[in-house]
């Protein structure tokens, strides 16, 4: 038994010293590992620093290259004649030229600097204009005398303060320090100081009318009616409203145009029965805001009245007089119908406006009056 104790110590002991060599060997194993990685981890670093570095070098070694090889040669003549377009330019450069360009820049940056008068001396400047305007005499608004007191007054107190700049004189209401500004105000920068102290007078606007219109000629010449051109037998009296029987009552008859309606007149005259009135004149409304007539109906745009009278006999002719406008506040100074006689038998007759009528025969065509204004039509008269 005590053999055995003595074996089985000696097994523990030995057993004890091994596990001391392996964990030295571990340990050993290990700080082996740390630094062989750590050596190849520097050995790349180094590696790849120097790769970085060959080709930046490398790089800068083409790049100058390329420059050497595309820079220009120019041989002594060359060079020569480049010296001497050079001494030319200089030669001609137009020295005094910018200079002069030079100066009067500077001229007008100085001159666009505006004068800053102190407020005491705007508000005078205010204060005797306001008492020029104030002492006109006219109760409504003048502009152009406005603008010529305005001017009147810049130009005597431009005056008095250049006389009290040059004499010096003490006796002056503005400061000599203060008279320079005030001429340049005055003088250059007028505008600028009516915009600073709040002067405003508008432009005056005249509206002149030309009437390059022959003398003696009639009001309505250049009128047109809308449409196709009238027949010669219509006889359109333009600004006309003929009286008579009506055969066609224009409340419920529109035409296109006067043509059209002068045509239905025509047409109701060929095609009545024997006994029946015949269409001798036409009425037609040509304006698109209506026509004014003294009875209670509304005659709208493109009425077309057929009428019959034996005497045709005028209503209304060119303009309402004065006295049927009075008791008529609705009716227009000038008529707005347009009218026109086709056949009749008549003898003389007066019209209201101091026309003279022509006596005809039975069924003869009526001639236009003389008094009458040509009426043109597209292109044609």
Known sequence: EQAFAD?????????????????????????????????????????????V???????????????????????????????????????????????????????????????????HLKQKIVDEILQRLRSLNFSSTDIAKEQEVVESWRKEKLEEVKLA??????????????????????????????????????????NEEHDDKPEGAEEFEEEVLPGRPLAPQCHAELHTDYDGAAVRWGLTHHKDSAADCCQACLDHAKHAKEGDKKCNIWVYC?????????DIYQ?????????????????????????????????????????????????????????????FGQNAVFDRLTSVPRIFHQGRV
């Open 165 to 206: 700049l040059v004499k010096g004189t003490s006796n002056s209401t503005i400061p000599h320090e203060e008279a320079g500004m005030l001429v340049r105000a005055l003088e250059s920068d007028w505008a600028v100081l009516c915009e600073e102290i709040g002067l405003w007078i508008p432009a005056q606007v005249v």
């Open 286 to 294: 040509p304006s698109e805001f209506g026509c004014h007539s003294p």
């Open 53 to 119: 570095l060959r080709s930046l070098y490398a790089s800068l070694y083409i790049y100058s290259g390329n420059v050497s090889r595309n820079a220009a040669l120019y041989n002594p003549d060359q060079i020569r004649k480049m010296e001497e377009s050079i001494q030319i330019r200089r030669e001609f450069k137009p020295v005094e030229l910018i200079k002069w360009v030079k100066a009067l820049e500077g001229e007008f940056s100085s001159e666009t600097v505006a004068v800053e008068l102190p407020r």
């Open 299 to 359: 005659h709208k745009h493109q009425e077309c009245w057929l009428k019959y009278a034996e005497k045709p006999r005028l209503n209304f002719k060119d303009k309402y007089p004065e006295s049927y406008r009075n008791s008529h506040p609705s009716a227009p100074v000038i008529v707005p119908w347009v009218s026109g006689v086709t056949k009749m038998n008549w003898g003389a007759k007066s019209f209201p406006n101091g026309h003279l009528g022509l006596g």
């Open 7 to 51: 074996k089985s110590g000696s097994v523990q002991w030995w057993d004890e010293e091994e596990r001391k060599r392996n964990m030295a060997r571990g340990k050993w194993l290990c700080s082996y590992s740390y630094k062989k990685t750590t050596l190849l981890v520097c050995f790349f670093n180094i590696a790849v620093a120097l790769y």
